[in-house]
Nanobody, 120 residues
Framework: VQLVESGGGLVQAGNSLKLSCAAS????????MGWYRQAPGKQREVVAV????????NYADSVKGRFTISRDNAKNTMYLQMNSLSPEDTAVYYC??????????????WGQGTQVTVSS
């Protein structure tokens, strides 16, 4: 599975951005997809996760009510709509795809990351 993120950039606080993650390869094996972020000097943290059908989502408390994760399986693309951005949202955002390998368990694929910078 290959993942390519896009949509990052520099925005002012209060504004919005929409990230995209295009998946290719063995996408049939994807169980869940998610967005993670890593700010300078901090550990990578989960932002939002969505299941394969798109009917189940989960969000970090810090983004609930502001961010929305979605996916278009016909396009093999996942999105993250980010509203009311604050400087605390500044980070590199990574796309994740968790795949099933049957009895071997799960395997995570990662995109290269896209920088989101929110100025005050």
């Amino acid at each position: 599975v290959q993942l390519v993120e896009s949509g990052g950039g520099l925005v002012q606080a209060g504004n919005s951005l929409k990230l995209s993650c295009a998946a290719s390869g063995s996408t049939f094996s994807i169980v869940t997809m998610g967005w993670y972020r890593q700010a300078p000097g901090k550990q990578r943290e989960v932002v939002a996760v969505i299941n394969s059908g798109g009917g189940m989502t989960n969000y970090a408390d810090s983004v609930k009510g502001r961010f929305t994760i979605s996916r278009d399986n016909a396009k093999n693309t996942m999105y993250l709509q980010m509203n009311s951005l604050s400087p605390e949202d500044t980070a590199v955002y990574y796309c994740n795809a968790r795949t099933s390998r049957g009895a071997l368990g799960f395997y995570d694929y990662w995109g290269q990351g896209t920088q989101v910078t929110v100025s005050s």
